[in-house]
């Protein structure tokens, strides 16, 4: 079908990797996928990220591990999740018959454990991209976290790319000084886009038991409190990097991730808002189309800065 006025180009291309449309549900409020077919037609996303894989299962961190805050949620799952075979043997299969892009979002606690998941996605031809959630502790080096420190970055980021050639996203935690240096190192390490943010660390506590709210104390933050954070974190680094920019955070609306677009993303991802509404990722499509529309742009290139 041919585009027009009426029918706006919402593709997106990232060197040999593209997207129907910049909505990409984002890891860890979307499942495997599955479990939101019933709300939604898959088939209509751009694409979506699994929940956080791992060489093994995990069943994450005791409860309570979420929390609702002022505007937004924190949580401390623990990055549960059925394992690398579970994942590969039970929930793949199913997954093939849509046709949206599949990206799997995956984490490891050493520079091995990160190289053994990605040589292993790697062989599944469903899987369209990889995405490294590197705001892991390192074991090997004292527990501080890969994206706390651009040698760290470099080297599970280098140590990836030499082992797959899938389409390689970085996903970058908001809890350092300046994301834009974490950014230029994944970049110099092959990186081919990166997405961001991640959560960012805060905690609630509880006055009746003058206890931390969470198990686990603290928890990462998410949903509109911290989109202009996130925003601002994004614009800074699509300036700082040639490598496109998933932009992700607080997104509720068609006008969130314009915001986003707009700040130079090339596509975003939207997470605790799915919590909300299932299908909000679809409405959201559809409201950047009507914007598209009513603001006469033929295609979404148009709106790079
Ligand atoms: C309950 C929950 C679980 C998450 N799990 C993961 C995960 O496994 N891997 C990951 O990279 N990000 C994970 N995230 C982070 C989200 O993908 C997203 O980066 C973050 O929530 C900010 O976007 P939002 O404000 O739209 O939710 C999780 C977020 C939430 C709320």
Partial sequence: MGFSINNPDLSVKMGNFSL?????????????????????????????????????????????????????????????????????SDKLPLIHKYECRLICNFFGNTVSEYVGMAEALSKEDRVDALEMNISCPNVKEGGHQFSS??????????AVRKATEKFLIVKLSPNVTDI??????AELAGADALSLTNTFVGMVMDINTRQPWLANHTGGLSGPAIKP?????VYQTVRAVKIPVFGIGGIRSADDALEYLMAGASAVQVGTENFFDPCATIKIIDGIRDWCIQNGVKSLSELKP
């Fill in 229 to 233: 954070v996130s925003l601002q974190m």
């Fill in 20 to 88: 129907k449309n910049p909505v990409v549900a984002a890891s860890g409020t979307f499942g495997y996928g599955l479990e939101f077919a019933p709300f939604i037609d898959l088939n209509a996303l751009g694409g979506f990220s699994t929940k956080g894989l791992s060489l093994r299962p995990k069943l994450g961190n005791p409860v309570p591990r979420v929390v609702e805050t002022e505007g937004g949620m924190l949580n401390a799952i623990g990055l549960e999740n059925v394992g690398l075979e579970k994942f590969v």
């Fill in 149 to 158: 420190k651009p040698a760290l970055v470099e080297e599970v980021v280098g």
């Fill in 180 to 185: 834009t240096e974490t950014a230029r190192f």
